[in-house]
């Protein structure tokens, strides 16, 4: 809430240097059982609105607020397909990193990995989906095993609902790398939870992995095959949403169905990240966050409907009227 406070009182500031009512900005805070953000959002004077956070909120918003234009950005089934790859280390470092950011609590956060079950080829030979899982819990453990700085990449659970979640995803499937807590040195009070990581298969594990599971939970899932996983990216994303996808693979012939598959779904999609780019990360204005193709978002951050959707076009007219002189008329 601070940082949100002192970015609206500068933002305030600055309109009154330039002559501008300062309450064009207004923050409203809600404590937990509020609905302060309900009651406004259904204000008849209230005619855009602009949201980010959870799928039910966001939805309720989409469903009710039917006085405005609503711009909605929720969560889904954010998925990675795993086919193979040139740099197994550099796939398993960004990975590692995109599930541990902000405890997994970011919108854009994989939650489903699909990889073949008998594995897929790497630089360091074929892993299968069991194998895979091991290591991406060992990459974990070695980004994370600096409490000092695994804090900063971490950060705090924002609520119980996450809380809850992880103790639920704890009794679901095979549990590769249990949740553990750090805590931080100058915040002791902090809850800080590192990623949990079970393992599933795509036939017994679908009541699962079909959820949201919003926060640290992600799940290696066992398919068939790469055509397989690509199949249940296109149906699970279609179905419950999706934010981001992701697809690792050397075969032009793989990346070309998964971006069929990403068109038919309605999600972005990045392709082989290794390095200091992850699939959490989009930048407003050479990238696109969020979807309105699929139930994830009802909008794209920032396509050019984004901005003219908040504008109407009016019009003023009167019919064109011609005065005559009596000579005129005379003459006429």
């Known amino acids: 809430m601070l940082p949100l406070a002192i970015t609206v ?5 600055v309109l009154t240097e330039a002559g501008f009512d300062p309450n064009l900005v207004v923050l409203a805070a809600e ?7 309900g009651t406004l959002a259904l204000h008849p ?3 855009i609105i ?30 990675v397909v795993l086919d193979s790859t040139d740099d197994y280390r550099g796939l398993l470092g960004n ?12 919108c854009t956060t994989p939650q489903n990995l699909l990889i073949p079950r008998d594995g897929i080829t790497t630089d360091e ?30 950060g705090a659970i924002v609520n119980d609902g996450v809380r809850q979640r992880l103790d639920q995803a704890a009794k679901a499937g095979r549990i590769v790398r249990a949740s553990g807590r750090i805590a931080h040195p100058e915040h ?15 036939a017994s594990g679908q009541e699962v992995y079909t959820k949201e599971w919003f926060g640290p939970v992600s799940f290696v899932i066992g398919t068939d095959s790469t055509e397989h996983s690509l199949r249940i990216l296109r149906e699970t994303v279609r179905e419950h949403g999706a934010l981001t996808a992701a697809v690792h693979s050397t075969g032009e012939d793989v990346l070309a169905a998964a971006e069929e598959a990403a068109l038919d779904a309605g999600v972005h999609l990045s392709e082989n990240l290794t390095g200091g780019i992850f699939v959490n990360q989009s930048a407003a204005f050479s990238d696109f966050h969020g979807s309105a193709a699929n139930p994830a978002a009802g909008a794209t951050l920032s396509d050019a409907a984004f901005v003219t959707g908040r504008f109407a076009v ?6 064109l009227t011609t005065t005559t002189s009596s000579e005129e008329a005379d003459r006429a």
């Open 9 to 13: 009182r500068i933002a305030r500031e």
């Open 31 to 37: 404590g937990p059982g509020d609905r302060i953000a």
């Open 45 to 47: 004077e209230v005619k």
């Open 50 to 79: 602009d949201f980010t956070g959870s799928t039910e909120f966001g939805t309720w918003l989409e469903a009710n607020a039917r006085q405005a234009v609503v711009y909605t950005e929720k969560a889904g089934l954010n998925t």
């Open 95 to 106: 990975l590692a990193f995109s599930l541990a950011l902000y405890s997994g609590q970011m």
């Open 125 to 154: 030979g074929t892993r299968t989906a069991d194998e895979f899982a091991s290591d991406l819990a060992a990459a974990l453990d070695t980004l994370l095993a600096e409490p000092s700085r695994a804090v900063g990449t971490l």
């Open 188 to 202: 002791p009070e902090a809850d800080i939870r590192t990623p949990l990581i079970a393992r599933l298969d795509a």
């Open 314 to 319: 009016l019009q003023s007219r009167r019919p």
